[in-house]
């Protein structure tokens, strides 16, 4: 019983230990039964703001803004490896196949699709695992390929780089450039719609994925790159990070990684603090909420993405409910037309992607309505 007692404790403290370093002083509450959405929405079309308890999607119109962001298709050197088939893999049916390219030089996506289908036009998902900025992969969420590629859309997943082959956030950021650019560029030879790719990443996937659009929209420079506006059908962050710690909260939390690494079998909670010590102090541009906070109320058009999806979980103890806030408001303040989904279920941080791995028919059919 005292075993017991004690796994339970140090699971809390691990999770509140790796929550903390992000977590935001606000609480929210939430009322909902079994794995059902709390909804909340909202409507502002031309100023006037409407709210109601169904399904929690913030609308911004400016009746005399057409939305138009140009896909762009810079490449860089290494897509000359565009076309290079690392292996091909069939899945259960013999149409539906996975072909693994080197999207860089160092880098590598899948490519979900039905050979049977090749010259139709399907819409697009490109998954970005999570892990910490440090662990992870695409192999390890090969289900949510799967799951895509069965519901007629053409899933990309990639690999990028991590801590400790870089120690540079912006590498990360590049890479899931390079991979859309790939994907603009390339998709159409697998049936997939280039003007219709939503972007979907999961804990520190979705922040990366997030940021990668914030900063593409904003054309900023990334390795001393300006980047060019991607335009994306949606942009889904799963449990993602949308506030990042500063000085002595982020040393503490780093410090309370380093010192749980110490307990047999949490080794790789190391890890977790020194890629975060890293990739984190002493720099800055990598919050996407703090960024937009120095544009104007409405200077922005759009923002790379026709609709932005949020989804939390209320016992999500890595990323906490709530995180999700400083972004939805900045987009709220700052962008002329954006749609917004805020989605928060009864769940822990792995919620969403258990669900497509376990075949939950509702979280499946709520993941689906995401990228429509």
Known sequence: ???????????????SVIGNVIVIDDSKSIASAGNSTVSKSTNIEDNELATSVVS??????????????????TKNNDNELADSVSNSTVIDDEQLVKKTFNYTSVSDLDVYYDKSKIHNKRPVV?????????EGSKDKEAYVGEFFQKNDYVAVLINYRLYPQTENMDDMVEDIYNAL??????????????????LMG??????????????????????????????LSNLISLNGRHKLDEGDELLAGIEQLKQLGNIPGLSFLK?????????????????QSKILKKYEDKSLETLGADKYVFVECDADTVDP???????????????????????????????????????????????????N
């Open 271 to 287: 890890l977790y603090g020194e890629a975060r010590e890293h990739l984190l102090v002493g720099k800055s541009g990598f919050d």
């Open 321 to 371: 409910l709530g995180l999700a806030e400083p972004m939805i408001e900045q987009l709220v303040r700052t962008v002329k037309r954006v749609e917004i989904d805020h989605l928060i279920y009864e769940g822990d941080h792995q919620f969403i992607l258990n669900g497509i791995m376990n075949g939950d028919e509702k979280v499946e059919h709520d993941v689906l309505n995401m990228v």
């Open 1 to 15: 019983m005292k075993l017991f007692l004690f796994l339970n404790f140090i699971t809390l403290l691990i999770g």
């Open 181 to 198: 650019q790939w994907t603009i560029e390339n998709i159409h030879k697998y049936g997939g719609d280039s003007q219709n790719i939503s």
């Open 126 to 134: 490109m998954h970005v695992h999570g892990g910490g900025w440090c």
């Open 202 to 231: 999961h804990s520190a996937g979705a922040h990366l994925a997030t940021l990668t659009t914030v900063k593409a929209a904003l054309e900023m420079e990334v390795n001393g790159v300006p980047l060019e506006p991607i335009h």
């Open 56 to 73: 929690n999607s913030t609308k911004i119109e400016d009746n005399e803004l057409a939305t138009s962001v140009v896909s762009n298709s």
